[in-house]
């Protein structure tokens, strides 16, 4: 197959490399995975890159694509005005297969919807998603491709970029991540809060000497204990067809304005309260879900319990409530973040809550 494509050959790191881009319907026909290389597909990530798809032409946001990366296997012959791939040879994905292979996953889904609609007489419905199918098969993206790589240069090359990859900062990702709805929904809160409390945008963990009393970090792992009980945050979606977004977004809120009515009036201080640490705010958005879970309490009055707190904490590091962690030698409490101690601190929580209300 001849593309007519100039593409200029440059060295990278010692290997030669060019780069061009095309649609998804000539690379489809151009790519393949070599097992023997790639790890096993992973499914998951083919579904939550679909959605990711799906998800931005929903909200009609500009779709950026990273580079895909290939090897030709020293198979592509490079001209003056194009470069050929001769016919039954293909470029094997080094990295990207789950993007490239989430984006068919979104045709495909576009495909059957459209179908389905025409079949429901909906022209309206078909339209719209016509012109979603549209964008997807003039979406640009860029090749890069490496000539004459051996497979020895193919596996090395596949592990430095997927196992060897440094995970991007939480606090960065928390700013600019578009994907994850749990995150999406933490940065609207603290638009929201953000003339009541001091959040800092940028830390995964609030520093001692800092007057923010949370951070999004934080406030998005509450999100998912509070809504989900989960404490490693591995779910994208906050599908909750009880609870309307709105619904959501007025409850968690009430949530925070809680937190200033129970914490000292200088709760930020880490040196004399545990007000400001990770670990404690997450067991309070935990405290609640077990409450709804546990009690089948509505998250109104669950969320309204913690106000027993008020006068039965002193949310000093000494608090009868948190011996579990207090670490003697320190005169403060630590590993309050882990699972187990978050799970026991909101267990205290509730059995000092009950005890209250009796």
Known sequence: MIIENVVTVF????????????DIEL?????????EISRKI???KVRNERDWFLDHLKNQTLILLPPLVLSDRGKVIIREDSWELPSENKLFILSGQEKILGLEAALQYLKNKKEWAEQESKPRVV???????EKLYKLPITLQVYLEYSLE???KCYCNLNTQRRTIHAGVKMQYDQQNEFTIFTRRMAKKLEHRMEIDHKLARVR??????????IMNKCTYAMWKGDLVAKETKMNNREISSSRQEGLTEEFYMVWLDIFPAKGYNRELYVSGLAGIQIALAYTVFLLTKDEHMPYHMAIQKL?????SCTWKHSDPLFTHLFDN????IKKHHTKGSIQETARRFIARITEEVQ
């Open 11 to 22: 060295s990278l790191f010692g290997n030669r490399v060019y780069f061009t881009q095309m």
């Open 27 to 35: 690379l489809k026909s151009i790519y393949d995975i070599d097992v």
């Open 42 to 44: 992973d499914k998951e």
């Open 127 to 133: 339209k719209r998603v016509e012109r979603m199918i």
């Open 153 to 155: 240069q193919e596996w």
């Open 208 to 217: 001692n000497e800092s007057s923010a009393l949370t951070s999004l970090s």
């Open 307 to 311: 106000l027993t707190l008020k006068s």
């Open 329 to 332: 030698s320190t005169g403060r």
